[in-house]
């Protein structure tokens, strides 16, 4: 079984920062792709951040300059550093792998339980 696991959210000031971490863990293979989704409610999940295995990034432009987005050593870890935090942020951050596993070549997409992150004063 793989699994996603999160883990730094919480409760932030605006203009705060938080760092988010995820590390993939089972019968992986090959990790093609690593990022970050968010849902605030009444909202669709929508992506933050991606991190592909060759290290190319993809940021939404309302985080572009805030978050960063970076990959452990191990390459089966995602981190999220965010910056200059806004209320708007507040939202559950998943942590979502397009994974390679026994039996499934092509990749599969897992998504991690997620974590509140709240930017309140």
């Known amino acids: 079984q793989v699994r996603l696991v999160e883990s730094g959210g919480g409760l932030v000031q605006p203009g705060g920062s938080l760092r988010l971490s995820c590390v993939a863990s089972?019968?992986?293979?090959?990790?093609?792709?690593m990022g970050w989704y968010r849902q605030s409610p009444g909202k669709e999940r929508e992506l933050v951040a991606t991190?592909?295995?060759?290290?190319?990034?993809n940021n939404a432009d309302s985080v572009k300059g805030r978050f960063t987005i970076s990959r452990g050593n191990a390459k089966n870890t995602v981190y999220l550093q965010m910056n200059s935090l806004k209320p708007e942020d507040t939202a559950v951050y998943y942590c979502?792998?397009?994974?390679?596993?026994?039996?499934?070549?092509?990749?599969?997409?897992?998504w991690g339980q997620g974590t509140q992150v709240t930017v309140s004063s």
């Open positions: 979502h792998g397009n994974l390679i596993s026994p039996g499934i070549w092509s990749g599969r997409d897992y």
């Open positions: 991190i592909t295995t060759n290290g190319a990034t």
């Open positions: 089972g019968s992986i293979i090959g990790i093609k792709a």
